[in-house]
C-alpha cells in the first residue's frame, strides 16, 4: 500500500500518548505570592510604558497648541487654554486617567460628561474627585503612543495604518509571553474590537455582534483564554497573503512563529477558516499538533467530502499520522469533518459522537472565554479615532491577563475579577485624587467659588477667566458668591477675589 494513500481505520484504535511538551508550563517571573493585585498590573503596564505615553501626549499636546497659535485659531475661550493653565500630563495624572477608564468599565453611563453631572439622581462623586470633565476629555484627545512627526501619513509608500498603536502591540505580546507558558493546548481564532470608523482595517464580520470593527488575530491558551500573541489584521493591502497559501493557513504559522512555540509538541486548535490539510502536514514537521473542522470546499479525500452517512454514524480515515473524520449527529443536520495529528479513532462507551468532537469543542472554546471576559468590563465607548478604541480595548485585555496571572500566584480566597479590578482602581486613583484635594487645600474656602447664576434676561458680564487674554469675551451667567461674569466652562478655573 502507498505510504501517502489514504484508508479507511475503525474505532477504537490504539491509544498513544502525545510527544512529551519541551517546555514547563505555567507562572514565570512572578513577584513573591500574595501580592496586591496592583503589583500584578504593573506587570503588565510597566513604568516605562506609562513614562513613554506621558511623553507622547505632552508631545502632541504641544504639537496641536503651536499649530492652533500659528493659525490664530488659539481663542481665548478654547478649552486647550485649560491644558496650559494646569500643565502637562504627569505619570499621577495618566494613571488616573487609566483608574477612569477602568471605572467607566464598570460604572456605565451613555455619555463622557453624564460622569460628571451634579444631579442627585445620576451624579457619581468619585469620577469628580479625580479629574475635572475637561481635564480628562483633554488627556482623551491628546493621548498618543507615537511621535505624529515620525510616523508615515497615508500617501507615503511606508504608511502603516496599525502605526498609531503598534507600540501597545509590541509591549502587550513581550509582556504576555515573559510571564507565562501555555499548557499544551492552544486556540486560534479572530476577535473583532467593535467600531465603524472609516479606514482601510474596518472589517465587515456579519456573525459577530458588532458586524463592523478591526480585526485581531488571536492565539490563547485553551483552558484559561489568556493570550499568548496577538496580530491586528491591516487589510489586504497591507497584509498580504503569500502565494500557495490560505490567509487562515498563513495566520496560523505567523502566530506560532512569533510566538516561538514550534518544535515545542504544542496542540493547536482552529475552525474551518484556518484549517487544512497541508497545514496539519506541514505543523507536524514542526513538531506541532493540530485539530480543526475542515470546510467542504478545502483539499480532501473524496470518500470524506461526500460521505453516505446515517443519523450518528462516523466516518474515519487516515494517512499516516493525519487523521480525517466526517460525523452525522443528525439526518437533518450537516456533515462535520474533522482533520487531527493528534487524536485517534474511538467513540465513548456510551454514545456515538466521535472522540475528537469532544476534545475540539472542550479546547476550542478557550478563545470564546477570552472574548466573554474580555467584554464584561469594557464599555466598548465610541471614539473619533479608530486606534484609541483598539488601545484602550488592548487595556481592558491586559488588566484581564493581570487578574489570571494573580489567580495562577495567590493562595487561599481569591478576589473575584471585578473586586481585583476595584482594587487597582483604587490604588492607581490614590495619588492623583490626593493631588488634586493638596491643591484645593491651598485655596481658602472663603475664595473657593460655590455655584453659577443666570444673570437677568439681556444682560452680560465680561467673564473673569477668560477674558484676561485681551479680548472681551461676554457671559450670562455670573458666580454666584463674588457676582463676578463667568462662562459655565470657565467656573472650575475661577477664584473668587477677596
Not at 90 to 114: C, D, H, S
Not at 209 to 238: D, N
Not at 267 to 274: A, L
Amino acid at each position: 500500500m502507498a505510504t501517502n494513500a489514504w484508508f479507511r481505520v475503525y474505532p477504537p484504535e490504539p491509544d498513544e500518548n502525545l510527544d512529551q511538551m519541551r517546555t514547563n508550563p505555567g507562572t514565570k517571573n512572578m513577584p513573591r505570592r500574595n501580592s496586591a493585585p496592583i503589583t500584578y498590573f504593573y506587570l503588565m503596564f510597566s513604568i516605562s510604558l506609562l513614562k513613554k505615553i506621558v511623553k507622547e501626549t505632552n508631545r502632541y499636546a504641544n504639537q496641536v497648541i503651536q499649530k492652533k497659535i500659528r493659525e490664530h485659531t488659539y481663542h481665548a475661550s478654547s478649552r486647550l487654554r485649560l491644558w496650559t493653565k494646569l500643565g502637562k500630563l504627569t505619570l499621577a495624572e495618566l494613571k488616573g486617567f487609566l483608574a477612569t477608564i477602568f471605572n467607566m468599565g464598570i460604572v456605565r453611563k451613555p455619555t463622557i460628561p453624564m460622569y460628571w453631572v451634579k444631579r442627585s439622581s445620576q451624579q457619581t462623586i468619585w469620577f469628580r474627585k479625580i479629574f475635572s470633565r475637561n481635564r480628562f476629555q483633554l488627556i482623551l484627545r491628546f493621548f498618543h503612543l507615537v511621535d505624529n512627526r515620525k510616523t508615515p501619513q497615508r500617501n507615503s509608500d511606508h504608511y502603516n495604518p496599525a502605526a498609531w498603536f503598534k507600540p501597545i502591540v509590541d509591549h502587550a505580546n513581550m509582556q504576555f509571553k515573559r510571564y507565562y507558558t501555555p499548557n499544551r493546548e492552544l486556540s486560534i481564532d479572530e476577535s473583532l474590537v467593535g467600531t465603524k470608523a472609516r479606514t482601510v482595517m474596518t472589517q465587515n464580520i456579519p456573525t459577530k455582534a458588532h458586524k463592523f470593527g478591526i480585526k485581531l488575530w488571536m492565539l490563547v491558551e485553551a483552558t484559561s483564554g489568556y493570550i499568548i500573541h496577538f496580530l491586528p489584521y491591516r487589510g489586504k493591502r497591507y497584509d498580504p497573503v503569500p502565494a500557495n497559501d490560505t490567509q487562515g493557513s498563513h495566520i496560523v504559522k505567523k502566530l506560532m512563529t512569533e510566538a516561538d512555540l514550534f518544535h515545542k509538541n504544542y496542540h493547536v486548535f482552529c475552525d474551518n477558516f484556518f484549517t487544512s490539510i497541508p497545514l496539519v502536514r506541514h505543523l507536524k514537521t514542526l513538531r506541532t499538533y493540530f485539530t480543526g473542522t475542515l470546510r467542504a470546499n478545502r483539499q480532501m479525500p473524496e470518500s470524506l467530502r461526500n460521505p453516505q452517512l446515517r443519523e450518528n454514524e462516523s466516518l474515519f480515515i487516515r494517512q499516516r499520522e493525519i487523521m480525517c473524520v466526517a460525523y452525522k449527529e443528525r439526518q437533518n443536520r450537516t456533515t462535520v469533518r474533522f482533520v487531527t495529528s493528534a487524536v485517534k479513532a474511538s467513540t465513548p462507551a456510551h454514545g456515538h459522537k466521535p472522540v475528537v468532537s469532544t476534545v475540539y469543542s472542550k479546547y476550542m472554546g478557550g478563545f470564546d472565554l477570552n472574548d466573554m471576559m474580555s467584554g464584561i468590563y469594557d464599555d466598548k465607548r465610541k471614539t473619533k479615532t479608530m486606534w484609541k478604541r483598539l488601545a484602550i480595548n488592548i487595556f481592558h485585555r491586559m488588566v484581564l491577563k493581570a487578574y489570571i496571572l494573580y489567580t495562577k500566584n495567590t493562595d487561599g480566597k481569591l478576589l473575584s475579577r471585578l473586586e481585583f479590578i476595584q482594587s487597582v482602581i483604587d490604588a492607581l486613583a490614590a495619588e492623583q485624587i490626593e493631588n488634586r484635594q493638596h491643591r484645593d487645600r491651598n485655596v481658602p474656602a472663603a475664595n473657593r467659588p460655590q455655584r453659577i447664576e443666570k444673570l437677568e434676561r439681556g444682560k452680560q458680564k465680561n467673564c473673569i477667566v477668560c477674558s484676561r487674554f485681551n479680548q472681551r469675551r461676554r457671559a450670562s451667567t455670573k458666580c454666584g458668591k463674588c457676582n463676578k461674569g463667568i462662562h459655565g466652562m470657565c467656573f472650575n478655573q475661577h477664584v473668587c477675589e477677596e
